[in-house]
């Protein structure tokens, strides 16, 4: 659990380092991502670090904090709107700040914590594990929003290998919350690390099969890139429906971006 946290942190300190030094035209540029800022982006994640350290510190302050949430939600309000309001008086350098301090925090609890115990959260609890590997997974995806509006390519970091596993694990989930069949035969999945070493996850096939850059299937799953738009190599009707759809974070079913809109 210590590694998983350290990395986490890692992401966390690389995407604030890069946002603090953005100009303040830039705090309100708009990314490919639903059009939001990168102000939109930190305070988005700020918003889930401080229901993270609210659901690890008091259950019934989260379960009271998620009944108004609802009820905002219900009324229409975005989940955008509602991080706006709570944190739209800070600057963009004060945001960070603030961020920074938040996800201190949240990894410091989550470090102490044992690595299965659960937490309550927007429907089913998570475990600690899989909790930090969803607060990794949409930090990077949100940074990605910011890197692709500045016209910057990251390098890629073993930190990938958290995100290729949740969207390896996430093929049945992909089908069921779309009600749809969940195919017998998960994909061999076989992907190039940023190091050059190379990771792989379920039985070799060569009939279903995913094979490229760990970076194109981590864009891929979080829906940062559409298929068409990568160098992945596929095989199997399975594997071709999976990754037409493929989503590794919760939430109602989304479409990525469309061919050759972004990347």
């Not at 953005?22 to 991502?33: C, E, I, K, N, S």
């Not at 069921?176 to 792989?200: C, D, F, Q, Y």
Request: net charge negative.
């Amino acid at each position: 659990m210590k590694a998983l946290c350290a990395d986490l942190l890692a992401e966390y300190t690389a995407l604030a380092a890069l946002v603090e030094n953005l100009t303040p035209d830039q705090w309100v540029a708009r990314t490919a991502f639903y059009s939001w800022t990168p102000f939109d982006e930190i305070a988005h994640l700020c918003f889930f670090e401080q229901a993270g350290l609210l659901a690890a510190n008091d259950s019934a302050a989260f379960e009271q904090d998620t009944k108004n949430i609802l009820v905002e939600l219900a009324k229409g309000v975005q989940i955008s709107d509602l991080a706006r309001r709570r944190l739209g008086y800070l600057s963009g350098p004060e945001l960070v700040a603030h961020w920074r301090k938040q996800f201190a925090c949240l990894v410091e609890k989550l470090t102490v914590l044992d690595s299965k115990a659960r937490l309550p959260w927007y429907g089913p609890s998570m475990s600690v594990r899989s909790f930090a590997t969803a607060r990794l997974m949409e930090t990077w995806a949100h940074g990605q929003d910011i890197y692709d509006l500045l016209g910057l390519k990251r390098v890629g970091t073993g930190r990938l290998k958290h995100i290729a596993h949740l969207g390896v694990t996430t093929f049945g989930w992909t089908f069921s919350n779309r009600k749809l069949a969940i195919p017998e035969l998960a994909p061999h999945v076989v992907l190039a690390a940023p190091n050059g070493s190379t990771w792989a996850w379920n039985e070799p096939s060569d009939t279903e099969y995913v094979r490229g850059s760990a970076e194109d299937f981590c864009l891929l799953v979080t829906q940062r890139r559409h298929l068409d738009d990568t160098d992945l190599e596929y095989g199997g009707s399975s594997t071709h429906a999976w990754l037409s759809i493929a989503q590794c974070f919760a939430g109602p079913p989304a479409n990525g971006p469309a061919s050759g809109q972004r990347g």
